[in-house]
């Protein structure tokens, strides 16, 4: 699918799936995802908690459970198939120098036994070469552009000496460190208020810009991207069931469960009435999906979502869905009225998308 703004293609994921072996039955994951990522976007990944956003994500890093497995498809970088690693050796090849990953919780990704500078300092020689002063001089720099402020001295302090938000911007210190051309935030803000979660993506932005980074964004909460994500990429029970720019996304969604996750944005809520919830549980995934995996969940599925998965629609150049409401024999169904009055409320969620 062409990207206009954006053509260069840094990463290519084609048809993976991913298996896992729990309790001698095997857990089908990812289902035939396929993925450009272009050189210099900002693109978000959205979806419920078991959705396989994370899974996807520790597929370029390496970071696969031990009991999981690469069953088919590629992930091509700079010349490379990733789904063929097998050694550790080849992963650190790939791993921070040309992708980076800043985890969900900043205190168990630090070292609670080193100082603060000395875990950015070991990201900088082994990804950088630099030693001693060079590297603690650039260890204090990163830590100012992660907005720390009197770094010079608090590169000296422990992780428990940092409050909740400044130990996420240390963890983007020792990502920035590793000097990658793709970092992956795994729901960078979940464990911040709103006004924290507001200055971490701030700070996002301004990295990527200043380092001309490439950056994928895992959350469940289409709010907290909508004014940071170029394109947004909707998962569901392992796969890809929408794709598009951001304005796209919101203001002319195509599949059930992309009107699902919009609807359930807190801001569409109305005063004494009950927010909108999406009803129901995702499909099991030890046992085979059959038709569209959301159609247990839809309040108006079409017969044949019961029987066949959907195929991918094109519904712009930048902007594609798999389901069945985009086939030209379907019936015309209305999108929610919560979907209607987004363009009303894109203020509230971060300006203009």
């Known amino acids: 699918m062409e990207y206009t703004g954006q ?21 089908h994951a990812l289902r035939d995802v396929s993925l450009d990522v272009y050189k210099g976007e900002s693109l978000a990944i959205v979806g419920e908690s078991g959705a396989g956003k994370s899974v996807l994500m520790k597929n370029l890093i390496g970071l696969l459970d031990k009991n ?33 990953m800043v985890m969900q919780d900043p205190m168990t990704s630090l070292n609670p036994l080193r100082t603060i500078g000395w875990q950015i300092c070991e990201a900088l020689q082994y990804n950088q070469n630099m030693h001693g002063e060079q590297a603690l001089q650039k260890a204090i720099e990163i830590l100012h552009d992660v ?12 992780p428990h ?65 909508a004014n940071v994500a170029e394109r947004i990429a ?26 699902a996750l919009l609807s359930s944005l807190p801001q569409l809520g109305e005063r ?22 959301f159609a247990a969940r839809n309040p108006l599925p079409l017969a044949v979502d019961l029987l066949h998965r959907p195929p991918y629609f094109q519904v712009s150049p930048t902007h594609k869905a798999r ?12 999108p929610p009225e919560q979907i209607e009055s ?9 300006g203009d998308v």
Request: hydrophobic share 40%; proline share 4%.
């Open 161 to 225: 000496q940092f409050s909740g938000g400044m130990r996420q911007r240390v963890v983007i210190a020792i990502a920035m460190a590793c000097n990658p051309r793709l970092l992956i935030c795994d729901e960078p803000t979940t464990a911040l208020d709103v006004t924290i979660q507001a200055q971490i993506l701030g700070l996002l932005n301004n990295l990527r810009a200043k380092y001309n980074l490439t950056m994928i964004y895992i959350t469940h909460d289409l709010g907290v991207v």
């Open 147 to 158: 907005g720390i402020q009197d770094a010079a001295n608090r590169h000296k302090q422990y």
């Open 272 to 293: 004494k009435k009950d927010l909108f919830s999406i009803k129901g549980t995702p499909p099991n995934l030890f046992m085979g999906i059959r038709g569209d995996g």
């Open 323 to 334: 389901t069945w409401l985009l086939d030209p024999r379907a019936p015309e169904l209305e």
């Open 342 to 350: 987004i363009k009303n409320i894109t203020a509230s969620i971060g």
């Open 68 to 100: 999981g497995w690469v069953d088919s498809g590629s992930i091509l970088y700079d010349g490379k198939d990733l789904a063929k690693f097998k050694t550790e050796k080849e992963w650190q090849q790939i791993r921070g120098s040309h992708v980076a």
């Open 7 to 27: 053509n260069e293609v840094l990463l290519s994921i084609q048809d993976l799936n991913i298996k896992f072996s729990l309790r001698g039955r095997q857990l």
């Open 234 to 259: 909707v998962m569901y029970a392992g796969d890809i069931v929408e794709i598009g720019k951001c304005e796209e996304l919101f203001f002319n969604a195509q599949h059930p469960y992309t009107w």
